[in-house]
């Protein structure tokens, strides 16, 4: 059974920092890209970074790079997401999404969907 | 914010058709890149509907279809149905902002 776990989420106040977790089974992680995703309270869904299945290649969108670092994990099956200098526009339900290839984004294949996707874990950045 | 628009809700009744606009522009659906549909119940993992312009994934029924035509692409739910009720969102990826871009989000309501 195809399953992705996220977990990490919390209330941080701004400029802290914030680690999440994509736990996965049921495929052969290695041979995927890996994305994260958010939905802002009240807001739609957004993109935020892909890696690829290399755990080398990395793409993010503009308004979190220099932040966030997106990482993986192949020996654990595990995808990252590490967050810093949180800011309160960061406040959203965080995904982790497979790419239906192993290459996906700006300099490999636009065209990958995102077809399996984890439930999603909280993060609440306040003071 | 987001730079593929669709209608902020779509309402039908059961047994009826519905179709969402998903309209963009010269650097995403009209640059040629596939568009490809989710469906979206708050709460759950959001669940890919449409890949590829128009092909379905194993087990969704075929009154799911999906179109692509210029700078906007479409999804038409056939036989509407209570569960069809749900948030529906189009993707693609933009070649200026180098991103993958999703659709602003229509909410479908069975009547």
């Known amino acids: 059974q195809v399953q992705l776990v996220e977990s990490g989420g919390g209330v941080v106040q701004p400029g802290r920092s914030l680690r999440l977790s994509c736990a996965v089974s049921g495929f052969t992680f290695r041979t995927y890209g890996m994305h994260w995703v958010r939905q802002a309270p009240g807001k739609g869904l957004e993109w935020v970074a892909v890696?690829?299945?290399?755990?080398?290649?990395?793409f993010y969108r503009e308004s979190v790079q220099g932040r966030f670092t997106i990482s993986r994990d192949n020996s654990k099956n595990t995808l990252y997401l590490q967050m810093n200098s949180l800011r309160v526009e960061d406040t959203a339900v965080y995904y982790c999404?497979?790419?239906?290839?192993?290459?996906?984004?700006?300099?490999?294949?636009?065209?990958?969907?995102?077809?399996?996707w984890g439930q999603g874990t909280m993060v609440t950045v306040s003071s | 914010q987001s730079v593929l628009t669709q209608p902020p809700s779509v309402s039908g009744a059961p047994g009826q058709s519905i179709t969402i606009s998903c309209t963009g522009s010269?650097?995403?659906?009209?640059?040629?890149?596939?568009v490809h549909w989710y469906h979206h119940l708050p709460g759950t993992a959001p669940k890919l509907l449409i890949y590829?312009?128009?092909n379905r994934p194993s087990g969704v029924p075929d009154r799911f279809s999906g179109s692509k035509s210029g700078t906007s692409a479409s999804l038409a739910i056939t036989g509407l149905q209570a569960e069809d009720e749900a948030d529906y969102y189009c993707?693609?990826?933009?070649?200026?902002?180098?991103?993958?871009?999703f659709g602003t989000g229509t909410k479908v309501t069975v009547l």
């Open positions: 590829g312009n128009n």
């Open positions: 999404a497979r790419g239906e290839g192993p290459t996906p984004g700006p300099t490999g294949n636009t065209d990958d969907a995102f077809d399996i």
């Open positions: 993707q693609s990826y933009d070649s200026s902002l180098r991103a993958y871009v």
């Open positions: 890696v690829w299945y290399d755990e080398i290649n990395k």
């Open positions: 010269s650097s995403n659906i009209g640059a040629g890149y596939d």
